[in-house]
């Protein structure tokens, strides 16, 4: 499966971004789609994940309540719509695919977008 990240840009504080994620090469509905972000220096962490179907999603408490995961199985593409953004979710984001739906295991990784927030 390859995955293809957009939709990153320089936005202000309390702007909001929408990240899409298109895979290609494999069965989209079959994998759980996450979001992961690593800022400069720092470690990568998860932000979000998504059920194969789309009923169940799943966030990082740092971003809960502001960030919304959707995919659309039609498309292939897995969405991070981000709102009421901070200076602190300044990073590049990824997103990823899991074949077994273990919370740490994703077997597939697009290449990233970088989002920057401004204050």
């Known amino acids: 499966v390859q995955l293809q990240a957009s939709g990153g840009g320089l936005v202000q504080a309390g702007g909001s971004l929408r990240l899409s994620c298109a895979a290609s090469g494999g069965t989209f509905r079959r994998y759980v789609m996450g979001w992961f972000r690593q800022a400069p220096g720092k470690e990568r962490e998860f932000v979000a994940r998504?059920?194969?179907?789309?009923?169940?999603?799943y966030y990082a408490d740092s971003v809960k309540g502001r960030f919304t995961i959707s995919r659309d199985n039609e498309k292939n593409t897995v969405f991070l719509q981000m709102n009421s953004l901070k200076p602190e979710d300044t990073a590049v984001y990824y997103c990823a695919a899991s074949a077994t739906g273990s919370f740490g295991e994703y077997n597939y990784w697009g290449q990233g977008t970088l989002v920057t927030v401004s204050s």
């Open positions: 998504i059920s194969r179907s789309g009923s169940s999603t």
